[in-house]
């Protein structure tokens, strides 16, 4: 799918190559006993949606107003520190970002074309209205 096998693929002709990806390592919770302690296997990627040079225009201007509630300053960060391996995590956060990134490139639906009701469902709405008035005049006083 790409050159780049460190790279994020998001959709044909879109690629985040490992150049625009910046990593960070920590201590994580959770198990794996007493290496918990010594090893940074949690595993936080961020992407700078706003500056890179590899999303066409469009498609930038699409993920910035999809993911305006997850950016800080233009930049996509996403965590993984649920397995026990850096490696494994490393893999879950470039996954979690390729999903985020193809959610919020994805194209808009194409817009809904208006249809007029059909005869026989005006017919099914005015005989209903007509049933529902002979109910409510049921309801009135017997006229003497």
Known sequence: ????PD?????RGVVVPARELR??????????GQSVNT?????????????SPSLP??????AL???????V????TVVASEHRSQLRNRE???ERLAQALRAATAPDPPSRRPTRPTKGSQRRRLDAKARRGAVKKLRGRPDE
């Open 23 to 32: 990593w960070r390592f920590s201590r994580s919770s959770g198990p794996g």
């Open 1 to 4: 799918m790409t050159d780049d």
């Open 65 to 71: 107003a999809r993911l305006r509630g997850r950016l």
């Open 92 to 94: 879950a956060a470039r």
């Open 39 to 51: 090893t940074d296997s949690r595993a936080e990627l961020s992407f700078d949606v706003a500056g």
């Open 57 to 62: 225009d469009d498609v930038r201007e699409r």
């Open 73 to 76: 300053d233009g930049v996509l």
């Open 7 to 11: 790279g994020v693929f998001v959709r």
